[in-house]
């Protein structure tokens, strides 16, 4: 049975827990779109920060998975593509809204640290970030993908994402 709510555990929990929600989010996201590779959401969240991704449910794991994953089918090769929207959540218990960036480029390695020093700079939370380098879609196709997830309902909240800043 999927989890409807983020995992509440103690540090020394969090990795196995993240593992556990990502394979989750794996499987709902494979009910409803076949034509993203299996291992997808977990090579989005694999160098997220296991405390972070157990704050969300399976459903918005998977969910902002298939956002990033569109995200970079659509973009033209060379060309730097950005995204910054609310996006709903459904199943993160509290957590109603974040805000992601969405970041693709080729061989641009600062562009994370760059977006990720502006946001310190305005005192924003990020509240999951998520760097998949590499070939994300084929060995034709190597960018740097991220996102960042924010807290969308408070003032002081703001998401990166960079899949998934």
Do not use: W
């Not at 409807?4 to 409803?32: C, F, H, M, N, Y």
């Amino acid at each position: 049975m999927l989890s409807k709510t983020p995992v509440e555990l103690s540090g020394s929990d969090d990795e196995g827990a993240a593992r556990a929600v990502i394979e989750q989010a794996g499987g709902v996201l494979s009910l409803s779109r076949n034509d993203i590779p299996a291992g997808f959401v977990g090579q989005i969240y694999a160098r997220a920060a296991p405390e972070d991704v157990v704050r969300y449910g399976a459903g918005d794991l998977a969910a902002l998975a298939e956002r990033a994953y569109d995200f970079i089918a659509e973009r033209q090769p060379g060309a730097p593509k950005v995204r910054c929207e609310t996006v709903k959540l459904h199943t993160s218990g509290g957590h109603k809204a974040v805000t992601v960036i969405d970041m693709i480029n080729d061989d641009m390695p600062f562009l994370v640290d760059s977006v990720m020093g502006e946001i310190a700079d305005r005192r924003l939370d990020v509240r999951l970030v998520s760097h998949p380098g590499g070939d994300l879609r084929n060995r034709q196709f190597r960018a740097h993908a991220v996102q960042a997830v924010g807290d969308g309902e408070h003032a002081g909240g703001f998401g990166a994402g960079m899949t998934s800043v």
